[in-house]
């Protein structure tokens, strides 16, 4: 299942049974579900209960609206809607495959020695003889070859009913070996009660929720990641062709504007779609991206050019041409468009497409030959171009861009700053590299140099094309240095146009800025560059020190315009927020996230669970004709972060802290392969905790044909739905993955969600733990001071609400009032420092807007933000990139 129905209980925890038993794509194998659903004999009602009965043991519980539509159907609608809504949330935990780990007695017959036992099958190896006695144990006629392998393994020495795979290479082997001794089937027990559920509810209005939720994520304000955008596909795609309608108002994230109108120019859409969207170069080069089924982001080249029907083809040159500053947006991606320019075929009409033929002839540096039609009218063509010059037969053009960064390299950093300010979105991109330019002191001498974690290569202070961890930072090496605490004596310094610059800018680049500005430097800079996959580097963190006066100036200046835009929004009776959000940083951009069952922004903390076991979990298949070796690790630091120990194939037991369930070293389909690592988190005597997956073999997470990784608290048996705390997916053309960093002394965990580099063959952690530790250590100064979810918050109750009830991290309430002369940013700041307040006393009646933690509580009516949305009854659910869309100026 994979449909709007699907999209709905995934993202609103909405059902549609009508949605649900109107998708008649296969069903899942009956043998993965329950065998109670559907041969009940008692009929419909005695089905409902034992749907209810299965839904229990996953953590969810129906509403009596669900319970009574539930009722209404037939008995083979209700099969069909209740095998497909328990195969799509057992997907959504893990538990829809079965595992499996290589010990299947997991974890006691771990082996505590991992040493002896390596030795014992390398010994079984080299000299074991299959008409000759075993040489560990002596018997004979025991020693066999198991299939498909070769491997000669003694039936006495091994144990089949443990091992579930070949215990000399750990390659899964098959099923109907004889070596594979029956176990008994672990059965996990039932649960009575569970102590957290999740309420699922009935969608009365399935096209209309559709249509609300495909309008809310094209009004997002902060790029989505590929699975988001597959989710709005989906949802137009159901809906077409009245989902047309649905483009009528501006996309405002080009990546996604690129994915829907490359989406709807398949479809048969009118080419003015794109003359309505598309309003700049780049966007077009978007649009083709998406067209050749590449990454509309611009960071991974298509495979290959793919050619367009002529019809579009006139379309994008038609569009092109009639665009000002039409070379300066080609130049950008220069290499990108040389490509593109060998699919569009601009010279062949340049009679009809003037401007575009002369832009690509200089940025292809095409030498025009004035002896023939064609260049004769381009080179006229270019004599009309204030920027443009010939020389030499071919086009030339000075830049925006060329401009900005000679004046940055000369040192003349007002006249920087005063081209900046026309471009409003870039001014604030730079803003940290102005502020340092112009008002700290750089100390003289050469740059120093910094060794890049993850990469090994050595790079001059400031140098590289990367993104930094949340947001753009300053790329550019910094020029002469400004005079301490003033500005140039002419031009424009970038206090100075802030205060205009920042109407225009979306959120997300003013919450980035706003965490640039005000991180000290001292501590690390973790950087992504703008590669298919979020690869990480880090350097030291040695950039002067800004003044306090000039970092509380910009802090005033972007929080005053946030709270500007949030008092022009709606207004509210009785904001509910809870402390808990000052853990999570608040969305800047998630292109690079992957999709988890929790959707925790890059940087954010959560309470480690309180049991004492945790389990994580890792689960593979792999495609056919190509191995798949992945590997779950652990690597323990002290707090220090110098290397205390490991967890992993090579050693499956940490003292008492930590046990490995097995490498498994193949995972054929359809079992796949499933390891586990156990943790007990009390017997543990470092600080950190760094879980690493590996692709041992190089072989990139994007080709498994599925693959998952997440941990548990205190599981009922191997995998236990009820107790998975996180599930993400493993995707992309990554090899490391590194989903969290945990310190056992303050009992929290990091989320990381990073990918290090790759190169090679057998990745694991001993060569990666210096690599690790730069992650570690950089993740908590990279994002101590960026935007959290409860500022966020504070500032939409500040400016929104007469009344703002905050839920303590002990669970009280308290009151807040604006006091009679506060004005909202003073009021924004009372709250954000949660300041003394007296007690909340009464129901949580009249609350219009809630920002949450846990949604545990009812709000009908309400619109609520809540990391883990447990039972928000009738509340309007929201994202946390819908709270920074409210924040767009002008919405």
């Excluded at 978007?286 to 290959?304: F, K, N, Q, T």
């Excluded at 156990?678 to 693959?707: H, I, K, M, Q, T």
């Excluded at 993400?728 to 993955?737: H, N, P, Q, T, Y």
């Excluded at 933690?853 to 009812?858: N, P, Q, T």
Aim: hydrophobic share 45%; glycine share 8%.
């Amino acid at each position: 299942m994979n449909g709007s129905g699907e999209i709905l209980l995934r993202r609103r925890r909405l059902v549609a049974p009508g949605l649900l038993a109107a998708d008649r794509r296969l069903p899942p194998p009956v043998g993965k579900l329950p065998k109670r659903l559907g041969m009940v004999p008692a009929g419909v009602p005695s089905g409902v209960a034992a749907l209810e009965f299965e839904l229990l043991q996953l953590g969810f519980v129906v509403s009596g609206e669900l319970y009574r539509e539930l009722c209404g159907l037939s008995v083979t609608d209700l099969t069909i809607v209740g095998r497909r809504l328990l195969h799509s949330l057992r997907e959504e935990l893990g538990a829809n495959d079965s595992h499996v780990p290589l010990f299947r007695k997991f974890p006691e017959s771990v082996p505590a020695d991992t040493t002896d036992f390596y030795v014992r099958r390398v010994f079984a190896l080299l000299l074991q003889n299959p008409e000759r006695p075993c040489v560990s144990c002596g018997e004979s006629g025991t020693v066999h070859p198991v299939s498909p392998c070769a491997h000669l393994v003694c039936r006495t020495c091994w144990d089949g009913s443990d091992f579930s795979a070949c215990p000399i290479c750990h390659r899964r082997i098959d099923p109907g070996d004889p070596f594979l001794v029956p176990s008994e089937r672990e059965i996990t027990p039932t649960r009575d009660a569970v102590m957290s559920t999740v309420l699922l509810r009935l969608c009365a209005d399935p096209a209309g929720t559709c249509r609300e939720l495909a309008a809310e994520l094209l009004a997002r304000r902060t790029p989505m990641p590929p699975h988001e955008r597959a989710d709005l596909e989906r949802l137009l795609e159901e809906q077409w062709p009245r989902s047309l309608s649905w483009l009528s108002e501006p996309i405002p994230v080009k990546e996604t504007l690129a994915a829907v109108v490359a989406w709807a120019l398949r479809k048969g859409a009118d080419h003015e779609l794109l003359d309505r969207h598309a309003g700049t170069a780049t966007d077009v080069l978007r649009v083709l991206y998406a067209l050749m089924d590449a990454d509309p982001g611009l960071r991974v080249v298509p495979e290959r050019r793919r050619s367009l029907p002529r019809a579009v083809r006139r379309a994008v040159l038609a569009r092109l041409d009639a665009m000002p500053y039409l070379l300066e947006d080609l130049l950008r991606y220069r290499e990108q468009w040389k490509r593109m320019a060998e699919v569009l075929h601009p010279h062949e009409h340049h009679a009809r497409f003037p401007e575009a033929a002369l832009a690509f002839a200089a940025l292809r540096g095409t030498r025009l030959d004035p002896d023939t039609p064609f260049g004769r009218a381009l080179l006229a063509r270019a004599g009309g171009h204030r920027d443009v010059e010939v020389r030499d037969g071919r086009v030339r053009m000075r830049t925006f861009a060329s401009r900005v960064e000679q004046a940055l390299a000369e040192g003349r950093h007002a006249e920087a700053t005063a081209l900046l300010s026309r471009r409003p979105g870039e001014l604030l991109r730079r803003l940290s590299h102005l502020l340092r330019l112009t008002y700290a002191p750089v100390p003289s001498g050469p740059p120093p140099v910094r060794v890049m974690a993850g990469t090994g290569a050595r790079v001059k202070s400031g140098a590289g094309p990367a993104t930094p961890a949340v947001a753009p930072e300053e790329a550019a090496p910094p020029g002469a240095p400004g005079e301490a605490g003033a500005p140039a004596a002419s031009g424009a310094d970038p206090l100075g146009v802030l205060e205009k610059a920042v109407r225009g800018v979306a959120p997300g680049v003013l919450l980035a800025v706003l965490g640039q500005v005000r991180t000290p430097p001292g501590g690390a800079r973790l950087f992504l560059p703008r590669g298919g996959t979020a690869r990480m580097w880090t350097v030291p963190d040695d950039r002067p020190a800004l003044p306090d006066e000039v970092v509380l100036t910009a802090e005033r200046v972007l929080t005053a315009e946030l709270l500007r835009r949030a008092g022009e929004l709606p207004p509210l009776r009785r904001a509910l927020l809870d402390e808990g959000l000052a853990d999570l940083v608040a969305p800047t951009s998630e292109r690079t996230a992957g999709a988890a069952l929790v959707r925790l922004v890059r940087g954010s903390v959560q309470p480690i669970p309180k049991a004492d076991r945790l389990r994580f979990f890792l689960h593979w298949a792999e495609p056919p004709g190509t191995r798949v070796d992945l590997d779950l690790s652990v690597a323990v630091y002290d707090d220090g972060w110098r290397f205390a120990g490991l967890c992993d194939y090579t050693r499956l037991r940490l003292g008492n802290g930590l046990t490995h369930s097995g490498d498994l070293t193949s995972a054929p389909e359809p079992l796949g392969a499933s390891e586990f690592i156990d943790v007990n988190v009390r017997n543990l005597r470092a600080r950190y905790l760094v879980p690493v997956v590996f692709s041992y073999n190089d072989v990139p997470f994007d080709e498994l044909v599925r693959g998952f990784a997440g941990f548990m608290e205190r599981p009922r048996g191997l995998f236990d739905p009820v107790a998975v705390r996180q599930r993400f997916d493993l995707a992309g053309a990554a090899k490391i993955l590194v989903p969290l960093v945990a310190d056992l002394w303050t009992r929290t965990t990091r989320w990381a969600d990073l990918n290090l580099s790759a190169t090679g063959y057998g990745h694991n952690v001993a060569g990666s733990a210096d690599e690790l530790a730069a992650v570690g250590a950089a993740l908590e100064s990279a994002f101590e001071h960026r935007v959290t979810m409860w500022e966020v918050g504070c500032w939409h109750a500040a400016a929104r609400a007469a009344e703002v009830v905050v839920r303590r991290r002990d669970g009280s309430l308290a009151r807040y009032e604006r006091r009679p002369g506060e004005d909202v940013p003073d009021f924004a700041a009372r709250l954000a420092a949660r300041a003394d307040a007296p007690a909340f006393v009464g129901p949580l009646d009249g609350v219009e807007l809630a920002a949450l933690v846990s949604g545990d509580v009812e709000l009908p009516g309400a619109q609520a933000y809540a990391l883990y949305p447990h039972a928000l009854g009738e509340a309007r659910l929201l994202d946390a990139a819908d709270l920074l869309s409210g924040l767009t100026p002008g919405s």
